[in-house]
T-cell receptor, first 115, second 111 residues
Framework: DTEVTQTPKHLVMGMTNKKSLKCEQH?????MYWYKQKAKKPPELMFV???????INESVPSRFSPECPNSSLLNLHLHALQPEDSALYLC??????????????FGSGTRLTVV | GQNIDQPTEMTATEGAIVQINCTYQ??????LFWYQQHAGEAPTFLSY????GLEEKGRFSSFLSRSKGYSYLLLKELQMKDSASYLC????????????FGAGTRLTVKP
C-alpha cells in the first residue's frame, strides 16, 4: 500500500458545525502533515506529527485541532470555522521528518467549504 | 525565512520542450523537490535534487545549482496531460527540515 487516504473527499459545513477530516497511511511512515491550500496558491504547512507527537504548529487558529491516535492515522478536528477557511486540506506522510529523497506522499485532499 | 520564486504561468505546444525555473533563498538548504499537481488533486512527486547537476527521469529532468539558488524542471515531448501546476519545494535544515512550497507554475499545453 503506497497511498495516503483522506476522507471525506468533499465537505460542506456551517460555521457552527463540528466536523473531522481523516487521514490514513499504511506505509510505516513516522511523520505526518496537514497542509492547507487555497485556489492557485501553494500548500501551506499547518501541523507536523513525528512519531505521533505534535512537533510543530504553524500558529494555526485553535478552531483547527489535530490528533494523531496512532502511527497510521491523523485527524483534523474542525469547530467554528469561518468562510475564509474554505480550502483544499491535504494530508501527507514521509518515512521520517526529513522526508528523505522522496519527499512526502500526499493524499488526494478534502475539499472543504464553510457556509 | 524562505523565498521561493517561480513564474506564475507558462504555455507550450504539444511535442515541444519547456523549462520551468525556480529560484530560492534558504539558510540551510537540504534538498529541492518538484511536484506536479493537477487541479483539485494531490501533488505528486516528480524529482529530487540535493547535489548540483542534472537528474533525468524519462521525459522529465531537473537541474540544481546550489551556489546560484536555482533549479529548473525540463519537460520534453510535451503531452496534453502535462497541463498542470508544477510546484518547487525546498527543504531547510534550519527550518525543522520541513518542506516549503513555491506558488507553483501553471503550465498549459496546447495542441
Amino acid at each position: 500500500d503506497t497511498e495516503v487516504t483522506q476522507t471525506p473527499k468533499h465537505l460542506v459545513m456551517g460555521m457552527t458545525n463540528k466536523k473531522s477530516l481523516k487521514c490514513e497511511q499504511h506505509m510505516g511512515h513516522r511523520a505526518m502533515y496537514w497542509y492547507k491550500q487555497k485556489a492557485k496558491k501553494p500548500p501551506e504547512l499547518m501541523f507536523v506529527y513525528s512519531y505521533e507527537k505534535l512537533s510543530i504548529n504553524e500558529s494555526v487558529p485553535s478552531r483547527f485541532s489535530p490528533e494523531c491516535p496512532n502511527s497510521s492515522l491523523l485527524n483534523l478536528h474542525l469547530h467554528a470555522l469561518q468562510p475564509e477557511d474554505s480550502a483544499l486540506y491535504l494530508c501527507a506522510s514521509s518515512q521520517e521528518r526529513t522526508g528523505g529523497s522522496y519527499g512526502y506522499t500526499f493524499g488526494s485532499g478534502t475539499r472543504l467549504t464553510v457556509v | 525565512g524562505q523565498n521561493i520564486d517561480q513564474p506564475t504561468e507558462m504555455t507550450a505546444t504539444e511535442g515541444a520542450i519547456v523549462q520551468i525555473n525556480c529560484t530560492y533563498q534558504t539558510s540551510g538548504f537540504n534538498g529541492l523537490f518538484w511536484y506536479q499537481q493537477h487541479a483539485g488533486e494531490a501533488p505528486t512527486f516528480l524529482s529530487y535534487n540535493v547535489l548540483d547537476g542534472l537528474e533525468e527521469k524519462g521525459r522529465f529532468s531537473s537541474f540544481l545549482s546550489r551556489s546560484k539558488g536555482y533549479s529548473y524542471l525540463l519537460l520534453k515531448e510535451l503531452q496534453m496531460k502535462d497541463s498542470a501546476s508544477y510546484l518547487c519545494a525546498v527543504r531547510d535544515i534550519n527550518n525543522n527540515n520541513d518542506m516549503r512550497f513555491g506558488a507553483g507554475t501553471r503550465l498549459t499545453v496546447k495542441p
